[in-house]
């Protein structure tokens, strides 16, 4: 892997750029440390100049200035390896005791090169400074300074400490963020694996849970949530590509076989006319088949929606009665609506989606009872949604078949006899989800029980 | 009848055409869009029949192109199979009428029969009568041969729509939409049913009948003569 490749990647950049703010953070805190530790070592030193040459000031005056010459010889004299230096001169300049002579003269704080103004003293560095100050006295001027090797030793120590620790804490910080970054990327690489192999038509492909229900975790619940919907989607599109090519290839082949039967058989304009009669009938129920099917996407596709109107669930149900009491009762059968509520039904919808809706499923029971089956539509209003129930003393439908009916194509054993394409309550469905409504079918003992609830808009 | 015929597909509009001059009605044939127009806006057409997708032009943009220029021709449309939105989109840019594809032919020459009528007929017409049978849209009453006749709202609305187009067939699709707003193929026998009851009232005490089966196409009333 280059440096480009790594660059390229989320974990390492974020890694990469938390370790270099944290590093600097360090970096300026260490110098202030530094900065601060010196600056009070410099001033500890310069206290002690001050209050030597205090304690030595108090002998200024008339009477007691040969005195501090004296003191001043004698100190001098005691020290044999100073790690100060003195030296008093008078008006003019001229030394008189100390140390050291002929310091310059300065009103600040000098710092003086132990070389320079010590050149005869045998120990000690040559570069070891000393920090002096002139102080003016009555009959002349009196310098003091300190060795300042002890800064010097004391900034080194502080350098090593703290350059050691910044090392330490670099250290950490990139093995942290190594580890930190191969996690993450771990777990990111995790997600791209499964999500090629999905790519390359692997539905079942799932990305790993880590457990640890952090983000990464949502998103990859998310993400396999998704690839199951795929997987369903597409399920479902080679199911209802097989189903089709196998539900058209059945009236087709009738037909052809229709077809030849009379090309073969008939023997006057008649026949053939009865014959090709019956195929146009054939070639109108495939061609209803595919209608359906279109319908059936496009009502899913949800352009509908944007066609919405307030609807009287209460008149549309009446009118649904009434188109079907008489076919009920052709049919030897009775259909009955009730609505248990006063007030109008109102909801949002397509009125014509909802007549068919309703018109399936009371057609569905009309065709799939025998004679003399009571079919009833009631409507009412239960939490928050209006209830209709579109019931039948029937054969039902067994509880394992229930929720595949709303298949597309899927078709009940014991209906493949009856003309139908096996798309009506796909139809139905696809109806009920586009008023974001619910339809459960149910034991109605016997018989079937329709249920399709509507959220009170 | 001049009809104008808006089709690109060259196998539907040979169908199309042939089948309307049998009928001997005259049919200028166009493939294009634009050119289409221009033909609508200068020459007197009793009928446009109009494919809803064309090349150069769509369907829609004609029908409102020519309605907005003022000519009020009766337009039938062509719509695709399972164009469930196409019915709502033509109707409202100024078509008269729709026919999914494919159809039958009956069911073409059904509906441009109807519509070529359209402009005659008397929209404020108040009764409406054929042989002894008399409707009044009013006071809905119905009468024949001087009995009143009682009937069910829904049989009404059927016979005053049957009464309308005398002379013409209705299709089984033409009624379920203009009587009961179904634009959809029911699987039950809806019309059949409702039309035996109707006739059962109107025709069967009476020995004549009235309302007629056309096989293969559709129903219309006359009084035979």
Redesign the interface.
């Known amino acids: 892997m280059t440096v480009r490749d790594l660059l390229k990647r989320t974990p390492f950049r974020l890694a990469a750029t938390f370790s270099l703010f944290f590093l600097t953070t360090v970096l300026a805190l260490f110098t202030v440390v530094y900065l601060g530790a010196s600056a009070r070592l410099v001033s500890d030193i310069r206290d002690r100049v001050e209050a030597t040459l205090d304690s030595l000031a108090v002998l200024d005056g008339d009477k007691t200035f040969d005195d501090l010459v004296t003191v001043v010889a004698g100190e001098s004299e005691s020290v044999r390896d100073p790690d100060f230096i003195i030296e008093l001169v008078d008006k003019n300049g001229n030394f008189l005791a100390g140390n050291v002579r002929g310091v310059r003269q300065s009103d600040h704080w000098m710092t003086l090169k132990r070389a320079d103004i010590l050149p005869t003293m045998d120990r000690g560095e040559p570069d070891d400074e000393f920090l002096a100050i002139w102080r003016p006295l009555s009959k002349g001027r009196l310098l003091v300074g300190s060795d300042n090797s002890e800064v010097k030793q004391m900034k080194l120590f502080l350098l090593k400490v703290l350059g050691y620790g910044l090392l330490a804490t670099s250290a950490a910080l990139v093995l942290c963020a190594i580890y930190l970054a191969r996690q993450t990327q771990h777990r990111i690489d995790a997600f791209a694996n499964p999500l090629a192999r999905a790519s390359q038509g692997h539905t079942t492909a799932r990305v790993p849970i880590s457990g640890l229900q952090d983000d990464i975790d949502q998103v990859a619940l998310q993400v396999n949530r998704m690839l199951g919907n795929l997987q369903r989607l597409i399920e479902n599109v080679n199911q209802s590509s097989s189903d089709i090519a196998h539900d058209l290839k059945k009236p087709v082949g009738r037909l052809r076989q229709r077809l030849d039967d009379a090309r073969r058989k008939a023997g006057n304009v008649e026949e053939f006319k009865g014959a090709i009669?019956a195929a146009?009938l054939d070639i109108d129920s495939i061609?209803?088949t595919?209608?359906a099917?279109?319908?059936i996407?496009?009502?899913e596709a949800g352009?509908?929606k944007a066609?919405f109107v307030t609807v009287d669930l209460k008149i549309l149900l009446a009118e649904v009665q009434?188109?079907?009491d008489?076919?009920a009762e052709?049919?030897g059968d009775q259909l009955s609506f009730t609505a248990a509520l006063s007030g109008p039904a109102h909801v949002r919808g397509d009125p014509?989606l909802l007549?068919?809706l309703f018109?399936?499923l009371v057609?569905n029971s009309?065709?799939h009872c025998p004679a003399g089956t009571e079919i009833s539509l009631a409507l009412s209003a239960k939490d928050d949604a209006y209830v209709i129930e579109v019931a039948d003393t029937g054969p039902g439908i067994p509880e394992p078949e229930r929720d595949n009916v709303f298949r597309r194509l899927y078709r009940l054993e014991r209906a493949r006899s009856t003309?139908?394409s096996g798309l009506?309550l796909s139809l139905v469905a696809a109806i009920v989800e586009l008023h974001g409504a619910k339809i459960t079918l149910q034991d109605n003992a016997p018989g079937l029980l329709a249920k399709v609830k509507f959220p009170l808009s | 009848m001049r009809i104008l015929l808006l089709e690109d597909d060259a196998n539907t509009a040979a169908y199309v055409a042939k089948g309307l001059e049998e009928e001997g009605h005259t049919v200028d044939h166009i493939a294009d869009g634009r050119q289409a127009v221009a033909a609508a806006m200068s020459e007197n057409y009793d009928v446009i029949i109009l494919d809803r997708m064309l090349p150069n032009l769509d369907g829609l943009a004609i029908i409102k192109t020519i309605r907005s220029a003022g000519q009020r021709v009766p337009v039938l449309f062509l719509t695709a199979l399972g164009g469930v939105d196409d019915r709502v989109e033509g109707l409202d840019a100024g078509g008269d009428d729709y026919l999914v594809k494919p159809f039958a032919f009956s069911e073409l020459l059904a509906r441009v029969n109807a519509l070529a009528r359209r402009p005659h007929a008397k929209a404020d017409e108040t009764r409406l009568k054929v042989g002894d049978l008399e409707i009044d849209l009013v006071s809905r009453r119905v009468t024949r041969g001087g009995d009143t006749i009682d009937l069910q709202p829904r049989e009404f609305r059927l016979l005053e729509v049957l009464m309308r187009n005398q002379g013409h067939i209705l299709t089984r699709t033409m009624l379920l939409e203009r009587v009961w707003s179904f634009h959809f193929d029911p699987k039950t026998s809806v019309v059949e049913t409702h039309i035996s009851r109707l006739r059962a009232k109107v025709d069967k005490p009476y020995g004549k009948e009235l309302i007629h089966t056309i096989r293969g196409s559709g129903y219309t009333v006359h009084d035979g003569s």
């Open positions: 009669d146009l061609t209803e595919f209608d099917l279109l319908r996407t496009q009502i352009a509908r066609r009434d188109v079907y008489i076919v052709d049919a014509e007549v068919q018109a399936n057609e009309i065709r003309a139908g009506g």
